[in-house]
Structures are given as C-alpha cells and as structure tokens.
C-alpha cells in the first residue's frame, strides 16, 4: 500500500558499503569484531582500532583471508594524541574514511557508595571521551573529503533506561545520545549522519565478566543475575546477538539519506519500548 503524498523509498536487496572506509573502535572483540566482519562482507575496507595492534591485526588478518581490504591500528580512544595518529595513518593509507562505528567500552560496576573516582573517570574517558575524540577526528576527515559519512555511537539500553550498580556506565551511555544528536546537527550541511544503537545484553567478553561480579554485588546466584536482572524485561528471555548489533550497523552506515540521523534504534528483544 502505497501513500498518495509520499515517495516510496526504492527497495533494495542487499546493503552494499562498496567502496567505502570504515572505522571501527573496539573491534578486537565482541560486538565491535561482528561489525568490522559485517561491513567487510558488504564491501568496505575496514580499520580494526584497537587497545593493542597484535588484537586489532588478528582480527583484521582474519577478515582479510575473505578479500576484504584491512588495516589494524592501535588507538587507544581516551587518548587524544593516538587517535588522531590512528586516523592520520588511516588517511595516508586508504584515503577518508566514510563511516566510524565509536564502540570501544568497557564496563566496571559498584554501588554508587563504593565507586572509586579513578574508576568512574577511566569509565567516563573510554565512552564519552572516546566518542567525542574518535567523531571529531572523522568528522574532519568527511568534511574535508567531500563525501560526508555516517557516524555511528554504541549506546546501550542504558542510555534510556537505569540499572543498578553502573552509575558512570549508564551516565556515559545517555551522553552518548546528547552528542549523536548535536553531531546530527551540525553534520548535516556536510552530509554527515550520526545515530546511536542501544543493545540488550549481548553475551560478550564485557558481559560474562559482570555475571560473576553482579553475583557477588547483589548477592545472588549468576543463574539469577542471567534470569532476574540482565534478561528479566526481555519479551523472550533471550539474550541480543552480535550480529542483530551488526546488522542494525550495517543499515545506519547505509542508508543514503538524512531520514535517518539524530536516531537511536534499541535492539533488546523488547527489554526497553520507546
Ligand atoms: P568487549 O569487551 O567484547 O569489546 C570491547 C573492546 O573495546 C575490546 O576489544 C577492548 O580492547 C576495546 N577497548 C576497551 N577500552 C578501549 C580503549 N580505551 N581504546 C580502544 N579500545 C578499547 O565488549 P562488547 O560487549 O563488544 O562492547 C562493545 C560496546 O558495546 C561497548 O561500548 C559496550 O558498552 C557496548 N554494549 C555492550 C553490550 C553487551 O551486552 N555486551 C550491551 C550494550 C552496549
């Protein structure tokens, strides 16, 4: 059925990102490998950047086996002067890039009255600001190309909803969505998208460490923490994939319009319901 006063969106088949540049942080591992390996299938070069080179080559080694052009490159994303060397070596290497997936995190959970400042900082630092860090650096970059991109920022369902024991986490995470819409913003005369993509739990490195530390916080079994705090709102009482995170990726790094900027789309077997 088709609106009288509305332009249908041509249908594709297949989202291609052939010959385009991505950058994604964090992509050694978990959510942030699943990206860089469904990008490369859909045509992109990619740059695994990564705490450690030896991680980030392995895994770019491992998706270049298939044809896809890679580079590794180690950037830490709290750190100002390494990432815009990253983004320089990105640069003289495969030119600008188009799309960066700002994913790198990392989680440290406390009741609010045992947090350690020097904890809540090293929190804040790798997602806020390694997301302003890595967007500013790409943001020049799309400017200067010409050719504008899409930005990309891993939210959680923590940046809508609150849970206990991640004071920093959950207030990084609802930073996150402030930034992605000013980005938003400003982007748009320079044809640069920006949009946020908030997980239910996914079963990676990041999160079988809590099971345990969750366990021993509340004082529960880790069969409890897994049933009663991380799935209890699901509608299904699963768990979120890497590759649903991938593909939710792959549709913002895509989609050729500003219809989608300034979004954040929740992929959480129904945990959170805008
Ligand atoms: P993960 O631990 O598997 O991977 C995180 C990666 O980030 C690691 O390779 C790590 O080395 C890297 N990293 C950490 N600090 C870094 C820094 N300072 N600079 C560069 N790289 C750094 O975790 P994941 O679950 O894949 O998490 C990826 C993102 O997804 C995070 O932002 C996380 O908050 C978010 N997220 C995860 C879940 C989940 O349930 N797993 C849910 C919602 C959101």
């Given at each position: 059925m088709s609106s009288a006063n509305s332009a249908p969106v041509e249908a594709t088949t297949t989202l291609s990102l052939k010959g385009k540049t991505a950058l994604v942080t964090g992509a050694a591992s978990g959510i942030g490998k699943r990206i860089a390996e469904v990008f490369a299938d859909a045509g992109a070069n990619v740059v695994i950047a990564d705490l450690k080179l030896a991680d980030a080559q392995a895994t770019a080694d491992a998706i270049a086996t298939k044809g896809a052009k890679t580079l590794a490159v180690a950037m830490d994303v709290t750190d100002e002067a390494a990432v815009e060397a990253g983004f320089a070596l990105v640069q003289q290497r495969l030119g600008a890039i188009d799309i960066l997936v700002s994913n790198a995190?990392?989680?440290?959970?406390?009741?609010?009255?045992?947090?350690?400042?020097?904890?809540?900082?090293?929190?804040?630092?790798?997602?806020?600001?390694?997301?302003?860090?890595?967007?500013?650096?790409?943001?020049?970059?799309?400017i200067a190309s010409g050719r504008g991109g899409s930005i990309i920022f891993m939210g959680s369902v923590h940046s809508k909803e609150a849970s206990k024991l991640k004071s920093p986490y959950v207030a990084a995470k609802h930073g996150l969505e402030g930034l992605a819409k000013v980005l938003a913003k400003e982007g748009a005369a320079h044809n640069i998208r920006s949009n946020v993509i908030c997980p239910g739990f996914v079963r990676t490195p990041l999160v079988e460490k809590q099971i345990p530390e969750q366990a021993q916080a509340l004082g529960i079994s880790e069969d409890e923490v897994v049933r009663n705090?991380?799935?209890?709102?699901?509608?299904?009482?699963?768990?979120?994939?890497?590759?649903?995170?991938?593909q939710a990726a792959?549709?913002?790094?895509?989609?050729p319009s500003n219809a989608l900027t300034g979004q954040s789309l929740v992929v959480s077997h129904g945990w959170f319901m805008q």
């Amino acid at each position: 059925m088709s609106s009288a006063n509305s332009a249908p969106v041509e249908a594709t088949t297949t989202l291609s990102l052939k010959g385009k540049t991505a950058l994604v942080t964090g992509a050694a591992s978990g959510i942030g490998k699943r990206i860089a390996e469904v990008f490369a299938d859909a045509g992109a070069n990619v740059v695994i950047a990564d705490l450690k080179l030896a991680d980030a080559q392995a895994t770019a080694d491992a998706i270049a086996t298939k044809g896809a052009k890679t580079l590794a490159v180690a950037m830490d994303v709290t750190d100002e002067a390494a990432v815009e060397a990253g983004f320089a070596l990105v640069q003289q290497r495969l030119g600008a890039i188009d799309i960066l997936v700002s994913n790198a995190g990392i989680q440290i959970v406390a009741p609010i009255e045992e947090f350690k400042f020097s904890d809540w900082k090293k929190l804040i630092a790798v997602h806020l600001d390694g997301g302003f860090l890595t967007s500013r650096a790409a943001v020049r970059q799309m400017i200067a190309s010409g050719r504008g991109g899409s930005i990309i920022f891993m939210g959680s369902v923590h940046s809508k909803e609150a849970s206990k024991l991640k004071s920093p986490y959950v207030a990084a995470k609802h930073g996150l969505e402030g930034l992605a819409k000013v980005l938003a913003k400003e982007g748009a005369a320079h044809n640069i998208r920006s949009n946020v993509i908030c997980p239910g739990f996914v079963r990676t490195p990041l999160v079988e460490k809590q099971i345990p530390e969750q366990a021993q916080a509340l004082g529960i079994s880790e069969d409890e923490v897994v049933r009663n705090v991380m799935l209890k709102d699901t509608v299904d009482a699963q768990f979120t994939t890497v590759d649903d995170v991938a593909q939710a990726a792959l549709t913002f790094a895509a989609w050729p319009s500003n219809a989608l900027t300034g979004q954040s789309l929740v992929v959480s077997h129904g945990w959170f319901m805008q």
